[in-house]
């Protein structure tokens, strides 16, 4: 049963987070040669967005959180900076920190500025075959510079889609049968542009893009491939709320009723509507080899109305109940679920009742965020995509 949505909410043009007004989204990962992770970078306009942020996990890896605490001095960050390889990925965030710099955005200091730049990373050490292959200040660099492009141009020229195996999101199987290849299908054709050799080699993800990309491309959720997910909604009188969230839970993403995906009960009109059941023998047959003892799950949700760091971080807060929502159990011992909660400050603050559509909304976005980034994501021989496991989703075997 799905769950009822407010009359006249609809998704943005983008379905994702850079529908909220100034906000960009870059992705760059490495894949091969021992690596399989990356980071992801939301970009704030030059004057900052304010912030506000909730962690629920127990084993949380973070930066400048303390920062975001409203009794504390700054009101603004400037871009935040989600990425894996669990705390050596907390690197990435330099680069990011350099280019911003370099183009004199930051909190001004006598000398300069001091880019303010949270972050929080998932556990995804080994994935690729090598414990130490994990996101630096280069790779966060490249996410950096993929954010500053322009979106309807890809940073970096994409090879041809690869064809044959269920690892290949730009193949029937997992874009064009799911009905959104224009989404679901450049993530996967970016995913194998490399740049530069050997270990410094990257590949970047468009902006809108869902699946196994930049701090998702090493995710896992309860066996499964995770990844990142972005989803927004339109408010009937116009205020925007989204979310983007990296995927990589201890918890299930399944509905225990007949692994339907938890959170696509919250979609609005049309957005998941071409999704059946699962057919009982294929949840019946789902049994996970094994699940990592290590995860997280961690995002940002935002919105285009003006807001005090107190209500950021409440934002933050409820969206935790759609991360919830979407995954079984959540925020638990071996997880360090955090969100951010970001205001673009583009419209003006909104009344109490105002305030109460936003966060209803940023519950409902961050769910659909995750169902996002299982739909999309690309499997391999340690965890098959939900696609694969669950074809009868789509009307049939692949």
Same mark, same amino acid.
């Given at each position: 049963?799905?769950?009822?949505?407010?009359?006249?909410?609809?998704?943005?043009?983008?379905?994702?987070?850079?529908?909220?007004?100034?906000?960009?989204?870059?992705?760059?990962?490495?894949?091969?040669?021992?690596?399989? =992770?990356?980071? =992801?970078?939301?970009?704030?306009?030059?004057?900052?967005?304010?912030?506000?942020?909730?962690? %629920?996990?127990?084993?949380?890896?973070?930066?400048e959180t303390e920062?975001?605490?409203?009794?504390?001095?700054?009101?603004?960050?400037?871009?935040?900076?989600?990425?894996?390889?669990?705390?050596?990925?907390?690197?990435?965030?330099?680069?990011?920190?350099?280019?911003?710099?370099?183009?004199?955005?930051?909190?001004?200091?006598?000398?300069?500025?001091?880019?303010?730049?949270?972050?929080?990373?998932?556990?995804?050490?080994?994935?690729?075959?090598?414990?130490?292959?994990?996101?630096?200040?280069?790779?966060?660099?490249?996410?950096?510079?993929?954010?500053?492009?322009?979106?309807?141009?890809?940073?970096?020229?994409?090879?041809?889609?690869?064809?044959?195996?269920?690892?290949?999101?730009?193949?029937?199987?997992?874009?064009? %049968?799911?009905?959104?290849?224009?989404?679901?299908?450049? &993530?996967?054709?970016?995913?194998?542009?490399?740049?530069?050799?050997?270990?410094?080699?990257?590949?970047?993800?468009?902006?809108?893009?869902?699946?196994?990309?930049?701090?998702?491309?090493?995710?896992?959720?309860?066996?499964? &491939?995770?990844?990142?997910?972005?989803?927004?909604?339109?408010?009937?009188?116009?205020?925007?709320? &989204?979310?983007?969230?990296?995927v990589n839970a201890?918890?299930?993403?399944?509905?225990? &009723?007949?692994?339907?995906?938890?959170?696509?009960?919250?979609?609005?009109?049309?957005?998941?509507?071409?999704?059946?059941?699962?057919?009982?023998?294929?949840?019946?047959?789902?049994?996970?080899?094994?699940v990592t003892s290590?995860?997280?799950?961690?995002?940002?949700?935002?919105?285009?109305?003006?807001?005090?760091?107190?209500?950021?971080?409440?934002?933050?807060?409820?969206?935790?109940?759609?991360?919830?929502?979407?995954?079984?159990?959540?925020?638990?011992?071996?997880?360090?679920?955090?969100?951010?909660?970001?205001?673009?400050?583009?419209?003006?603050?909104?009344?109490?009742?105002?305030?109460?559509?936003?966060?209803?909304?940023?519950?409902?976005?961050?769910? %659909?965020?995750?169902?996002?980034?299982?739909?999309?994501?690309?499997?391999?021989?340690?965890?098959?995509?939900?696609?694969?496991?669950?074809?009868?989703?789509?009307?049939?075997?692949?």
């Open positions: 049963m799905l769950a009822e949505p407010a009359p006249g909410m609809r998704p943005g043009p983008t379905n994702s987070l850079v529908d909220v007004a100034g906000l960009r989204v870059g992705h760059a990962h490495r894949v091969g040669g021992g690596y399989r =992770t990356g980071t =992801t970078v939301v970009l704030a306009p030059p004057e900052g967005v304010v912030a506000g942020v909730d962690v %629920r996990g127990a084993a949380p890896g973070t930066r920062l975001l605490d409203p009794r504390n001095l700054v009101e603004r960050v400037h871009a935040v900076v989600l990425s894996g390889g669990s705390a050596y990925g907390l690197s990435a965030a330099c680069g990011v920190m350099d280019g911003l710099a370099d183009a004199g955005i930051g909190f001004p200091v006598a000398g300069g500025v001091v880019p303010i730049v949270p972050s929080a990373v998932i556990y995804d050490l080994g994935r690729g075959g090598d414990f130490r292959a994990t996101p630096d200040a280069a790779l966060g660099a490249a996410a950096y510079a993929a954010a500053r492009t322009p979106a309807h141009e890809p940073p970096f020229p994409a090879p041809p889609p690869r064809r044959g195996g269920s690892a290949d999101a730009s193949s029937p199987r997992t874009a064009a %049968r799911y009905g959104d290849a224009a989404r679901y299908g450049d &993530a996967a054709r970016y995913g194998d542009a490399s740049h530069h050799g050997g270990a410094a080699r990257h590949a970047t993800a468009p902006p809108t893009a869902s699946g196994s990309i930049g701090a998702g491309a090493g995710a896992m959720a309860g066996g499964l &491939a995770g990844g990142v997910g972005t989803a927004s909604a339109v408010l009937p009188g116009g205020v925007t709320v &989204a979310a983007l969230a990296v201890a918890g299930s993403v399944l509905d225990p &009723a007949g692994a339907t995906l938890a959170g696509v009960r919250y979609g609005l009109p049309g957005e998941f509507g071409h999704l059946r059941r699962p057919d009982p023998a294929e949840a019946g047959a789902w049994q996970p080899d094994k290590f995860n997280t799950t961690i995002g940002v949700v935002a919105t285009d109305l003006t807001l005090t760091k107190a209500q950021c971080g409440k934002l933050a807060g409820v969206a935790h109940d759609g991360l919830a929502r979407a995954i079984r159990p959540a925020h638990t011992m071996v997880d360090g679920d955090t969100v951010f909660g970001l205001a673009a400050c583009a419209r003006p603050a909104p009344g109490p009742d105002g305030l109460q559509d936003v966060l209803a909304a940023a519950a409902d976005v961050f769910s %659909r965020a995750v169902a996002h980034a299982m739909l999309a994501a690309t499997g391999r021989e340690d965890a098959p995509a939900y696609l694969d496991v669950f074809p009868s989703v789509l009307g049939g075997d692949r």
